[in-house]
């Protein structure tokens, strides 16, 4: 099946520093991905929606200037985590919708540590 | 009033019984359903997905969906402990929106 990858699966970095999370569809083209959020012991929330060509739709209360995305081609999206705070920590995970169905592949998840 | 909700649980279940996982979702516009797993530290995995009214089985897991109750359930028989996970049901309307989750624990 369609798989979606991400780079890095994990990273530590000091607060104040920015933070790139790439998201690549491997085998589909995905004009559109999304980009979640997920703290310990709760439940995914949708950040963002990336879109190739376009800029991205954000969430209410997503800052969009703390989580830049960029949809730079059709297989690969990132988010930047600028100026990073501890309580940015989280666990990041993209995903890309599957070509003529509903289902949504995800990425395997970027846990993010900012100390 | 949340959009996707679930009992967080846990729910524990011997292993063998049934499992009984249940989500309610306040769209009615609400066309596609899903069931995702989800292990500690690990991004979602997808089991099932219904969008008809009715039941929808794939080997173990039965999908369960009520419209007009905005209500979807998924049935795991036999449980085994490696079906100790979170499960999360999911709603697309516009966007993909999740449950907080329901922990299984399935005990040998």
């Known amino acids: 099946g369609a798989v979606v990858s991400q780079h890095p699966s994990w990273v530590i970095c000091k607060s104040g520093t920015s933070v790139k999370i790439e998201c690549r569809s491997l085998?589909?083209?995905?004009?559109?991905m999304f980009w979640y959020r997920q703290f310990p012991k709760q439940s995914l929330m949708l950040m963002a929606t990336?879109?190739?060509?376009?800029?991205?739709?954000?969430e209410q209360g997503v800052e969009k200037d703390k989580f830049l995305i960029n949809h730079a081609s059709l297989t690969l999206s990132t988010l930047t985590v600028t100026s990073a705070h501890p309580e940015d920590s989280s666990f990041y995970i993209c995903s890309a919708p599957s070509p003529g169905s509903y289902e949504q592949y995800f990425g395997p998840g970027t846990r993010l540590t900012v100390t | 009033q949340k959009e996707v909700e679930q009992n967080s649980g846990p729910l524990s279940v011997p292993e063998g019984a049934i499992a009984s996982l249940n989500c309610t979702y306040s769209?009615?516009?609400?066309?596609?359903f899903f069931w995702y797993r989800q292990y500690s530290g690990k991004s979602p995995e997808l089991i099932m997905f219904i969008y008809s009214n009715g039941d929808k089985e794939d080997g173990r897991f039965t999908a369960q969906l009520n419209k007009a109750s905005q209500y979807v359930s998924l049935l795991i028989r036999d449980s085994q402990p490696s079906d100790s996970a979170t499960y999360l049901c999911?709603?697309?309307?516009?966007?993909?929106?999740f449950g907080q989750g329901t922990t299984l624990q399935v005990k040998p």
């Open positions: 990336s879109n190739e060509g376009s800029k991205a739709t954000y």
């Open positions: 999911a709603v697309l309307g516009g966007k993909l929106i």
């Open positions: 769209d009615r516009g609400s066309q596609s």
């Open positions: 085998d589909f083209q995905a004009t559109t």
